[in-house]
């Protein structure tokens, strides 16, 4: 690929520059700054707006310009733009987390999850050398899940410190015939994960893992009594 250092810096500011002129974000920023009614839910529409703009930007700069790009190249252009999406979409759960914890009442400080260097590594290397424009959809619903990821872990390590200050946690995991697993023989890997688990549990048996296009719901609960129901194919939560 020609220019691969102009073209990362090209694609580093045209996302920057794609977050800053998307009114939806600005709309959930301003409900950040407000202090308005928050939830996880909210975490996961930044994670969701946030994978759109980089996939977007990449489509533009990458995909409708190369056929294909070698793993050296990927290696060097993707993962930059993934650590600006965690910087993104960390910074903005710990915010809710924050927000969400002062309205109960709970003294704990919100946990920011670190950037997954491994995970990026791999969704480059998993586009290397592939027809570029025919991957696309895939490519785009892999940066989601990603991107999502972030959320989910900001969520596991928040129920993490909730369990070691003794609160008692609970995670459910519930099969849901959407996404991929529609109109499909049920999924054996995540009827493994259905159920009602403890966090140690949870932990063990992969609760907190999801494929993309998985339409099982998550839930966890505390001591407190707080429910919240993660869709996993929408990413939108909501208190039940």
């Known amino acids: 690929m020609a220019g691969i250092a102009e073209v990362k810096q090209a694609l580093l500011e045209e996302f920057e520059q794609a977050m800053r002129s998307d009114p939806r974000v600005s709309e959930i920023y301003k409900l950040l700054e ?36 070698s793993v050296e190249d990927a290696l060097d252009v993707l993962p930059p733009l993934l650590q600006k999406n965690h910087d993104y979409v960390a910074e903005y759960a710990m915010q809710v987390q924050k927000h969400i914890d002062e ?53 596991r390590k928040n129920a993490q410190a909730r369990q070691n200050m003794g ?22 890997w995540c009827l493994q ?9 949870a932990q063990e048996h992969g609760v907190w893992e999801r494929h993309p296009g998985c339409g099982c719901t998550i839930t966890y609960m505390t001591q407190k009594g707080n429910v919240q129901r993660l869709n996993s194919l929408s990413g939108m939560w909501a208190e039940i």
């Open 34 to 69: 407000e202090g308005g009614k928050l939830s996880q839910k909210t975490s996961y529409k930044m994670a969701e707006m946030t994978a759109e703009n980089l996939a977007d930007c990449f489509v533009n700069q990458i995909v409708m310009v190369y056929d294909t790009i």
């Open 103 to 155: 309205a109960m009442d709970i003294g704990i400080l919100p946990v920011k999850p670190d950037f997954d260097m491994s995970r990026a590594t791999g969704l480059a290397e998993s586009i290397a050398g592939t027809d570029l424009k025919a991957t696309e959809e895939t490519l785009r619903l892999r940066i989601d899940n990603f991107s999502k990821h972030i959320v989910d872990e900001s969520l």
């Open 167 to 188: 609160l008692d946690i609970r995670v459910v995991r519930e099969y849901d015939d959407k996404g991929l697993h529609k109109g499909k023989d049920p999924c054996v």
């Open 193 to 201: 994960r259905e159920g009602t688990w403890t966090y140690n549990e």
